[in-house]
């Protein structure tokens, strides 16, 4: 029983750490490389998502695997980053 509370309190604590660091991503442009794709999503990474390890980025547009694209972060679900993608008028250069 005190594992188990223990556990829970671990689980809460890291779900919080994860939730405060998917919010900073709101908002910004990350390069994502496409693993996955259908009529319906793409689903990439950025340089910082380890495969099978790291969560994802999710993208509501039909995207070509293996391409890089530049995504804006607009939100994210528990583990994940929503994004879409930019065009080339929308994409600033500094």
Do not use: M
């Not at 972060?73 to 583990?79: A, C, G, L, Q």
């Not at 980053?81 to 065009?87: C, H, P, S, Y």
């Amino acid at each position: 029983e005190i594992k188990q509370e223990r556990l829970d309190i671990i689980s809460q604590v890291q779900y919080d750490i994860q939730n405060k660091i998917l919010d900073n991503y709101i908002g910004k442009v990350l390069d994502v490389i496409i693993d996955e794709s259908n009529a319906d999503y793409s689903v990439g990474r950025y340089y910082g998502q380890a495969p099978l390890i790291d969560g994802v980025v999710i993208i509501n547009e039909k995207l070509t695997v293996g391409e890089f694209y530049k995504i804006k972060i607009i939100d994210k679900s528990e583990y994940d980053l929503i994004g879409e993608k930019l065009w080339i008028s929308q994409i600033e250069y500094h």
